[in-house]
């Protein structure tokens, strides 16, 4: 028999066919139970569009516009504010002097609210709460509180009760359903106690492992017990990031949100530490305010390396002394309210160490082991075009594989270099497909998985309005994208190298120039999907510089005295062979092969340093009349180290880790604003970095503004489990709320937390 005290072990053998009790539960139809869980995403989730850009408070302004979302039923609970699921605004947020600009940041983003009056034949589950939804447009960023047991998340409009179909073991099928689902986290892992990765640049210490001359085992990784949503008589701690250079590992490609060495503070304290340019990763957990009875203190340590402990009182306690208490938790778990609260010891090799705290075993397991065999926790859905109740799910298996879905068909395929491509499907084509019409987008799983859903929320969400730009492009149902199928790839492709135009495919209409450069002649395709446009090609040979580039005709305008505000939303899991961009040229189309004719600025993410997919950096470079191209970048800033007049690495800066704000399915938000003397970059609606321009190279007057993708030498891409078992060797990019306008105001932006790069930093490029 299952209660709510059981656990989600205990849950999921109920749900498989164990007897259940209701005690306690909403009877309404829909979600039943209360197991909470603290709130997600919150980096795009500015109810206006540009309070996070203001760099005012750091992490309220990013959770301002989002919205918990609650289960079904007015009896049943909404599950909190969602204010503890880590935000990007903190990370470039606090006040100070040296605010600059005056404008917003990002574009319009709507939030969505809990939908809890559903009355729907879907069955009664536990609810999965704090959710969080917000739309840009008709595209909308969703956020899970990670739950215990499930393997993968997936959104989907609500069903109407005639096509619902629940099954005896806990399947439900719904007809004609279209899922999205989050699928696994794209990173490397560390070793783990030692055991487990190649090399060992980072060692997640836990079990049975020596820490700082203390031995500690699996039960000693709990503390005790947290809350993960406010309430009376509950405390916020803050999780911030140390600015210091060796505050993360700086060596090759271990790098995560949690490597970063921490402090878990109060508001009082995090307002300090904001001034200091710590950066800010949100309300991590809450805590019982002083003197609450069953609770003891918590004791960090600041070793003299740089290194931070944290301990319960207890033996170890006693082998290191008090420290400073840091705060104090529950001696004893509330089921339904409580989360254990965990550590992982994290060795940065190349950095320092410290402890990283998790409320919870999913935010634990990811923060121990992180690599590409657990679940995302955010989720996509897009084409909305007015108001929608979305389905959020937990689910016990990954989403199924459904195959190469496509803007286009195409059949198997085997090149002259016996390259085997399988077929591409359309949408309707997977739907006839499947015997329940069901389709599975971004499905990572074994094809013959049949993912049960364990806990469920709902979600009221309408569309963003459509931004006052000069030129924008949403790719909505009214919107008039043409049928790409039915134009003709005959414009030459301007390429004076190639003259033969050799696998080059360009079309020039009045809807804009668009072309695929060096790829396979029956892969490539791009076509508006559910609301998106969805581009596909693969470059050829799996061994060449792939590439697509979008220009439209409509032409913007960079000066000093004006910004122009360039914005693009898209997948954006990145290697230092795929990746997306931005071009501002003052070339005409085809951009890529007019390069060196003149003036041009680049946005996108790349790999780092050292690495070959991970961790990211956001790119903005400068090609002053050269070519660019996949292995002879132009110039960039570094917007992530702070160096020395002398060139010595100094400081870290308190931006957003990039490649935690990507996933294969996450749209990621990307916002440039460019005059001829400076640059704002945001992500997801945050501010992100600032750099001053050379006096040579940007562009000036009327430019083009070109969104793009690169796929390089596809067949020795260093990729994870997905990609290297299903998408190895072609590029699929969802691109959508494309979009740019002239003659804006600098955003506003708090120089004292996010200074501007100088113009001398600016790198030698050719990468």
Not at 4 to 30: P, Q
Not at 683 to 703: F, I, M, T, W
Request: net charge negative; proline share 6%; glycine share 12%.
């Amino acid at each position: 028999m299952w209660s709510r005290s059981g656990g989600y072990g205990a849950l999921v053998a109920c749900l498989l066919g164990a007897a259940c009790s209701k005690s306690g539960d909403a009877d309404a139809k829909g979600n039943q139970g209360d197991i909470r869980h603290r709130g997600g995403r919150g980096g795009a989730s500015s109810s206006t569009g540009g309070t996070g850009a203001s760099g005012g408070t750091g992490g309220t302004a990013a959770s301002g516009g989002t919205t918990s979302t609650g289960g079904t039923g007015a009896t049943s609970a909404t599950g909190g504010t969602g204010a503890t699921g880590g935000t990007g605004a903190g990370a470039t947020g606090g006040s100070g002097t040296g605010t600059s600009g005056s404008g917003p940041g990002g574009l319009p983003v709507v939030p969505g609210e809990p939908d809890t009056s559903v009355n729907t034949k879907l069955p009664a589950l536990p609810r999965l709460p704090n959710v969080t939804a917000s739309a840009t447009g008709d595209s909308v960023a969703i956020s899970v509180e990670p739950v215990e047991g499930a393997k993968d998340y997936r959104v989907y409009v609500l069903p109407a009760d005639a096509d619902v179909t629940p099954g005896s073991d806990g399947h439900v099928t719904v007809k004609n359903a279209i899922y999205r689902c989050a699928g696994n986290r794209q990173s490397p892992a560390p070793s783990v106690d030692g055991t487990g990765a190649s090399d060992s640049w980072v060692i997640t210490q836990v079990d049975n492992q020596t820490v700082q001359g203390y031995k500690r085992t699996l039960a000693d990784a709990t503390l005790g017990h947290v809350y993960v949503t406010p309430g009376d008589g509950r405390v916020a701690i803050y999780a911030m990031g140390d600015p210091a250079a060796q505050a993360d590992n700086n060596c090759y490609d271990r790098r995560w949100g949690q490597s970063r060495v921490k402090k878990y503070v109060t508001e009082a304290q995090r307002s300090d530490l904001l001034t200091k340019k710590w950066r800010d990763d949100g309300i991590a957990f809450y805590v019982p305010a002083d003197g609450t009875a069953g609770t003891h203190a918590v004791h960090t340590l600041a070793l003299s390396d740089g290194s931070r402990l944290y301990y319960s009182d207890g033996a170890e306690a006693d082998k290191r002394g008090a420290g400073e208490i840091a705060f104090s938790v529950l001696d004893a778990a509330t089921p339904g309210d409580t989360e254990p609260l965990m550590r992982v010891f994290y060795e940065n090799n190349c950095g320092e160490d410290h402890d990283e705290l998790a409320a919870g075993e999913p935010r634990f397991e990811r923060a121990r082991y992180q690599g590409d065999a657990l679940p995302q926790f955010d989720l996509h859905w897009s084409g909305i075009t007015g108001p929608t109740t979305l389905v959020v799910e937990a689910l016990d298996v990954n989403c199924p594989y459904g195959g190469a879905i496509a803007p286009v068909a195409a059949p198997k395929f085997t090149s002259s270099s016996k390259i085997d491509y399988e077929p591409w499907i359309t949408l309707a084509d997977a739907q006839a497909a499947s015997k329940t019409g069901e389709v599975f987008i971004n499905g990572q799983g074994e094809p013959a998985n049949a993912p049960r859903p364990i806990a469920r929320s709902f979600v009221k969400i309408s569309p963003g309005p459509k931004p006052d730009m000069d030129w924008y492009l949403g790719f909505g149902a009214d919107e008039n994208t043409p049928d790409f199928s039915t134009y003709k790839w005959d414009t030459a492709c301007g390429d004076i190298v190639n003259g033969s135009c050799f696998q080059e495919f360009r079309q020039a209409s009045d809807f804009g120039d668009l072309s695929f450069d060096s790829v396979e002649t029956p892969r490539y395709a791009l076509g508006a999907m559910l609301g998106e446009l969805w581009v596909m090609y693969a470059d050829v040979a799996a061994d060449t510089g792939g590439k697509f580039r979008f220009t439209p005709n409509t032409k913007g305008k960079i000066s000093s005295d004006s910004y122009l505000h360039v914005t693009m939303e898209v997948d954006a899991f990145t290697t230092g062979r795929r990746y997306p961009q931005m071009i501002i040229s003052d070339q005409a189309a085809p951009v890529q092969w007019n390069l060196s004719k003149g003036n041009a600025v680049i946005v996108q993410t790349f790999h780092d340093d050292g690495t070959a997919n991970w961790p990211y950096t956001y790119q903005f470079q400068v090609c002053d009349h050269r070519n660019w191209d996949v292995n002879n970048q132009c110039p960039s800033y570094d917007l992530y180290r702070v160096e020395s007049s002398g060139g010595q690495l100094s400081g870290l800066m308190p931006n957003a880790e990039v490649g935690e704000h990507t996933g294969v399915d996450r749209s990621t938000h990307f916002d440039a604003y460019i005059s001829t003397k400076r640059a704002y970059l945001f992500l997801d609606n945050e501010p992100y970095g600032c750099a001053e321009l050379p006096s040579k190279g940007v562009p000036s007057g009327d430019v083009t503004v070109t969104f793009g993708d690169v796929l390089y030498h596809s067949g020795v891409d260093t990729v994870f489990s997905y990609h290297e078992t299903y998408q190895k060797i072609i590029a699929r990019r969802h691109f959508d709320n494309l979009g740019f306008k002239s003659g804006v105001a600098a955003p506003m932006w708090d120089e004292s937390r996010l200074p501007c790069a100088a113009a001398s930093s600016i790198g030698s490029g050719a990468q």
